[in-house]
């Protein structure tokens, strides 16, 4: 959780292993292209969407994953992760 209270959980994997811990976060980000997790999350119906969908328009974001059971969102770097959580 953010400091002071506010804010939600963000959880960032970049395996299969890591899939419940994302899940389980407000936010789960995957890093990379781990085939097996992508493999895994389609057969458990849950949407793997590329990260800046979630902070273009953040209203969207429930929307995003609408009928499925999770969302998480997938990086190529953690640069990109530096952008999306903490650029202005």
């Keep these: 959780a953010a400091a002071g209270g506010g ?3 963000v959880f960032v994997g970049d395996s299969v292993t890591d899939l419940l811990a994302m899940l389980s976060a ?6 990379g292209t781990s085939g097996t997790l992508l493999r895994t999350a389609a057969a458990l119906d849950v ?8 902070i273009s ?3 969207a974001r ?3 994953g609408a009928g499925r059971r999770g969302v998480i969102y ?4 953690w640069d990109e992760v530096g952008l999306a959580l903490w650029a202005e």
């Design 7 to 9: 804010g939600g959980t």
């Design 57 to 59: 328009v953040p209203a």
């Design 62 to 64: 429930p929307a995003l």
């Design 74 to 77: 997938q990086a190529a770097s």
């Design 26 to 31: 407000d936010t789960g980000i995957v890093i």
């Design 47 to 54: 949407a793997v969407l590329p990260l800046f969908a979630a």
